[in-house]
């Protein structure tokens, strides 16, 4: 604790005594400042005690004393010390009434008392106070180096950080996530942070916050939100909450926790690096149709994963549309590096093996199906298209349907080791349609299922649809007869005339005559199956006339 004006005052040796402001002496002294000017305020920082002799004002004037005292108090000076025996035999009434008006205290320093020892005995005092911060400080970082170091790792730590700071403090993951908490029921209160914490998240590391509570049920407590990672990408969060500003030991004790969980992070993440050199090479073997090899390298790390139907992801980033778009894409977080966070996250929660290949600007991911990989997976595609639709319905115009989302996915049905190769073939193509059709996620499942016709939404389709049936709708239009309506009825009717003709309300002569017009116009046979095939999806993939 720091010195306090009841600490001077039971001092043996300083001999203070009260004569105001008794209720209010176990105010914190910051420092003990000499002054006779008659305005010391100027040169006071707040949280000191003041001593004077009264050299230069008149300490018997009732008025005077009001204003001084008043000055004094709204500087923040949180006791005054008058010497006796020097210019005034006592302190003058007029002071001491002046100061339990305001509320101030007001000590008596006898003659044999110097001002030095007074202020010797407050410096003294506020070393020793630092010095046992200092100390604190260090054995709260021994104890928390021993929590880290346990089997628990980061959870023994936060224990060990709640019971040293008197609150409670949370560990968020790289995705937002409560990973530990301490005591019990703070995860509950960390987890109504998810706000905060990700907004913080979204800056450069290192970045800290302070936000409060005004809920009474949560005490009004103070929480700091400080991020982990010694890159610019943010690895986790550490949240502290306190009933008051930290003090000296407890900042010591904060800033060894986030050392620790930053090395741990850090450490974690070498770790990964050099699992996911391993994970590459496995893929490669098994793409290469070598699952034996690959279940030999594997070993334990990733041998679980072939044990069982797993399924095949290819993600790749999407180009923004817009400079806004751009620059709004340079600020914000690598979609790839989130969705890859996220899926290792996930895994991780629940223990699940999953292998991540990053690939220039797209990543390859293996993970079991039916998993919390292969959820997490989802729920970013859903995340991500909803801000997509949000943003449409805010009134961006121009922008494409996957401009904002930043990646696109693709996932292959499940397979296992020796359909690797075939898996990877269909997330290809299934993130081939996402892009055409604008989607962040399409499964592999849509695309065999599904009609062909989807796949026709495509500008160089469109554009070979508009260049084929162009002829047909310029004739129309000058009213020379329903050619791309005919060709229409004639095609779906798979070449009968009467049903065609029928479907027209016209004669099947007169079809037959607009069908030869047909050929004559475009130059091809309506014999030819080719032929057929291609006018029937130029029909499907057009809804009109070129423009």
Known sequence: MPPTLASLVQHSALKLTVLAGADRLDTPVRWAHVSELADPVPWM???????????????????????????????GVVGLGFAVGVNYEQVPDALVDAARE?????????????????????????????????????????E??????????PAALIT???????GWAALYDASGAVVAAAPDWAARRAARLGADVERLRERPAPASVVVGSDDAEEGGDRVELQSLGSGRRTRGVLAVGTDEPLGTAERYAVHSAIALLTLTTERSRALQDAEQRLGAAVLRMLLAGEPDHARAVAGELYGGLLDAPFRMLVAEAVPSGGAEEERAQETAEDPLGALADAVETAASRVAEPVLAVPEEDRILVLAPDGGAAVGACVAYARAAE???????????RGAGPTEGT????????????TGAAAAFRQAEQALSVARRRGRVLV??????????????ADDAVRAFADGTLRALYEHDATGRGDLVASLRAWLSRHGQWDAAAADLGVHRHTLRYRMRRVEEILGRSLDDPDARMELWLALKATSGPPV
């Not at 499964?443 to 026709?456: N, Q, R, T």
Request: charged residues 25%; positive net charge.
């Open 45 to 75: 920082d707040g949280g000191e005690l003041l001593l004077i002799t009264a050299m230069k004002i008149d300490a018997e004037d009732r008025e005077t004393m009001r204003r001084y005292v008043r000055r004094l108090v709204r500087a």
């Open 102 to 142: 305001e509320g101030l205290p007001l000590l008596e320093v006898p003659r044999r008392t110097p001002f030095l020892a007074i202020t010797k005995a407050v410096s003294a005092a506020i070393a020793a106070d630092q010095y046992r911060a200092v100390t604190a400080g260090f054995e709260a970082q021994r």
């Open 160 to 166: 060990r950080l709640a019971a040293h700071l008197g």
């Open 406 to 417: 930043g990646v696109a996915l693709g996932l292959s049905a499940p397979a296992g080791p």
């Open 144 to 153: 928390l180096t021993r929590a880290a170091l346990a089997p628990e790792g």
């Open 443 to 456: 499964e592999h499942e849509e695309v065999a299922a599904g009609s062909v016709l989807p796949l026709l």
């Open 386 to 396: 909803a801000r997509r639709s949000a943003a449409s319905r805010g009134g961006e």
